[in-house]
């Protein structure tokens, strides 16, 4: 079986442009989570997603938003990019949400420089 | 505040001793505590996971502790080996959270 699968594995822009990175979670798995990851630190939560609904928020600027798809896939778009937003963007899904044996499966992530 | 705070940034040990890495909590209280691996240039790979009614946890040469008095959790590699290095991270969720919160994780060098 896949594993998760993000697109494109690196990408470059310059501030102020737009950027849109992919997921695709395990077959079955129905929700994702979006997840910044600047480098020597940890994951930081950005989004979740279940059924195509938003189930969870980060601490991050409205130049953040994501969706996700009714094959369970997802987009996180962000707009107006400063140079702060370079950093690995990391997916992962999981069954369901909230649940008391939930664990994780990243993708390799989105390596993001703006430039 | 809320915080996670992982032991050292980089810890350095020899082949075939036993690895101690430290995860500290303050201002949380986890229903479970998760440890996962992450290589360079890669996602975090899920190892462990040990619920707040459990004080031990093990898989093969892997050991996590979790003591919620003192919100702590300890994760052992016993026997290791130079293909355990790499950056090691913890994350909790608390009992009504959606999401895992991560800690800054801590760099395992097992030199041969």
């Known amino acids: 079986d896949a594993g998760v699968t993000q697109s494109p594995t690196h990408l470059i822009k310059t501030r102020g442009q737009h950027v849109t990175l992919r997921c695709s979670p395990i077959s079955g798995h129905k929700s994702v989570s979006w997840y910044q990851q600047v480098l020597g630190q940890g994951p930081q939560f950005i989004f979740q997603?279940?059924?195509?609904?938003?189930?969870g928020r980060g601490n991050f600027p409205d130049r953040f938003s994501a969706r996700q798809f009714p094959n369970y896939s997802s987009e996180l778009n962000v707009n107006a990019l400063l140079l702060g937003d370079s950093a690995l963007y990391l997916c992962?899904?999981?069954?369901?949400?909230?649940?008391?044996?939930?664990?994780?499966?990243f993708g390799s992530g989105t390596q993001l420089s703006v430039l | 505040s809320q915080k996670i705070e992982q032991n050292s940034e980089a810890l350095n040990i020899q082949e075939g001793k036993t690895a101690t890495l430290t995860c500290n909590y303050t201002?949380?209280?986890?229903?479970?505590l998760q440890w996962y691996r992450q290589d360079p240039g890669r996602g975090p790979v899920f190892l462990l996971l040990?619920?707040?009614?459990?004080k031990e946890k093990r898989k093969e040469r892997l050991k996590v502790t979790f003591d919620t008095t003192l919100k702590q959790s300890l994760f052992h590699i016993t026997a290791s080996q130079p293909a355990d290095s790499a950056t090691y991270l913890c994350a909790l969720a608390p009992g009504s959270a959606r999401q895992l919160t991560f800690g800054s994780g801590t760099q395992l060098t097992v030199l041969p």
């Open positions: 201002n949380y209280s986890p229903a479970y």
């Open positions: 040990i619920r707040e009614n459990e």
């Open positions: 997603y279940y059924e195509k609904e938003e189930r």
């Open positions: 992962a899904s999981s069954i369901q949400p909230g649940q008391t044996n939930e664990k994780l499966f």
